[in-house]
Nanobody
Framework: QVQLVESGGGLVQAGGSLRLSCAAS????????IGWYRQAPGKQRGFVAI???????NYADSVKGRFTISRDNAKNMGYLQMNSLKPEDTAVYYC????????WGQGTQVTVSS
């Protein structure tokens, strides 16, 4: 099973940017989609973005035009570039790898201050 480790979270002011990274183990990384989800306090984990093995992308409406998902298969890395951050983007962000039942990372905290 692929192991995932997120990094890059932190505290940023509204309007700022952060880049999240997802490091994956395993030799099959390039074969499946990866995605980003987030969970705010008291809320369910929700979909943010996905990128397929072919590079197809899709985003939640709330982040379209502000967030960009990408991947580097040679490095077994996934990324989420987050621009124009808003306080409502505050959450723990999780990376997901879509193979079998799916693998999750431990999450990285993003806090956006107003």
């Amino acid at each position: 099973q692929v192991q995932l480790v997120e990094s890059g979270g932190g505290l940023v002011q509204a309007g700022g940017s952060l880049r999240l990274s997802c490091a994956a183990s395993g030799s099959t990384f390039s074969l499946n989609a990866i995605g980003w989800y987030r969970q705010a306090p008291g809320k369910q984990r929700g979909f943010v973005a996905i990128i397929g093995s072919s590079g197809y992308t899709n985003y939640a409406d709330s982040v379209k035009g502000r967030f960009t998902i990408s991947r580097d298969n040679a490095k077994n890395m996934g990324y989420l570039q987050m621009n124009s951050l808003k306080p409502e983007d505050t959450a723990v962000y999780y990376c997901r790898y879509y193979e079998g039942g799916g693998s999750w990372g431990q999450g990285t905290q993003v806090t956006v201050s107003s």
